[in-house]
């Protein structure tokens, strides 16, 4: 059996796994025994990469199948400053497992998205996971974290998703929440209100926020940098969820 690379960010961890991405995503998410339960949201590595801070060779030297020829789920080869040792050219496909199990795949985009003249809200998800409301674009909210931070702290990468704001996005004092889903929506106006071009370009919502998001609230996809490389993982639209990927679809909205 081939042995997988998995980059993890519910919790950040390197892990190598004889499962395949499907069945590692089930078996990630729903557990075995006293495992946690949860969604799941992991990069493919190239099984070849290595980095001299991974003892790789002493994590697949252990991922062996059991005696009874049943393959071995998980071998954790770090859960500590993973992405940072990581290469964007070593990083593969992106994979979303639901609380059931369902997983869906999506592939790196080409390039990143239009910018939007309107206010974004972002779950960091990977090394830190706080939530914040924002005047930047994507892009300009990476670089502002990493490479040309505003801040006395900056960060060597970032993973985060642009949740939906819905109305709020242009208008937060007056907008419509409509089905909007989360709990905190007049702690979110507030925090948006407070936004300013000039003067206060973010606005952390929850310092520590659950990583736990319902992924149909996923703006356009999600961003993936280490130094001043950004790339963009588009999230499939509804029509093409609905229509080739129902199962997941129905799983993720349950």
């Given at each position: 059996?081939?042995?997988?690379?998995?980059?993890?960010?519910?919790?950040?961890?390197?892990?190598?796994?004889?499962?395949?991405?499907e069945q590692f995503g089930?078996?990630?998410?729903?557990?075995?025994?006293?495992k946690s339960k949860g969604?799941?949201?992991?990069?493919?590595?190239?099984?070849?990469?290595r980095h001299e801070y991974f003892d790789i060779e002493g994590a697949l030297a252990r991922c062996k199948a059991k005696p009874d020829g049943s393959p071995k789920n998980s071998v954790y080869v770090s859960m500590y400053r993973v992405m940072e040792h990581l290469s964007l050219a070593a990083i593969g496909r992106l994979y979303l497992t639901t609380t059931n199990g369902?997983?869906?795949?999506?592939?790196?985009g080409s390039r990143l998205p239009e910018p939007e003249k309107e206010l974004h809200m972002y779950q960091d998800l990977t090394p830190i996971n706080s939530m914040?409301?924002?005047?930047?674009?994507?892009?300009?909210?990476?670089?502002?974290?990493?490479?040309?931070?505003?801040?006395?702290?900056?960060?060597p990468g970032m993973c985060f998703v642009?949740?939906?704001?819905?109305?709020?996005a242009l208008d937060p004092e007056n907008g419509q929440?409509?089905?909007l889903p989360y709990s905190f929506l007049q702690h979110l106006r507030e925090a948006l209100m407070e936004l300013r071009p000039e003067t206060k370009e973010n606005k952390l919502v929850h310092r520590v926020h659950s990583l736990v998001f319902p992924f149909r609230m996923v703006?356009?996809?999600f961003y993936l940098g280490i130094g001043g490389e950004l790339v963009f993982y588009p999230m499939l639209t509804l029509d093409v969820l609905r229509k080739d990927h129902s199962n997941w679809w129905r799983s993720a909205n349950l």
């Open positions: 059996m081939s042995v997988h690379l998995y980059f993890s960010l519910i919790p950040e961890a390197l892990i190598a796994s004889m499962l395949p991405p089930q078996y990630y998410a729903t557990g075995h025994k006293f969604q799941a949201v992991f990069f493919e590595i190239d099984p070849s990469f369902a997983t869906l795949e999506l592939s790196r914040v409301v924002s005047v930047l674009d994507p892009a300009a909210y990476y670089a502002d974290v990493t490479v040309k931070p505003s801040h006395s702290f900056s960060f642009e949740l939906e704001l819905g109305p709020l929440e409509g089905d703006k356009n996809g």
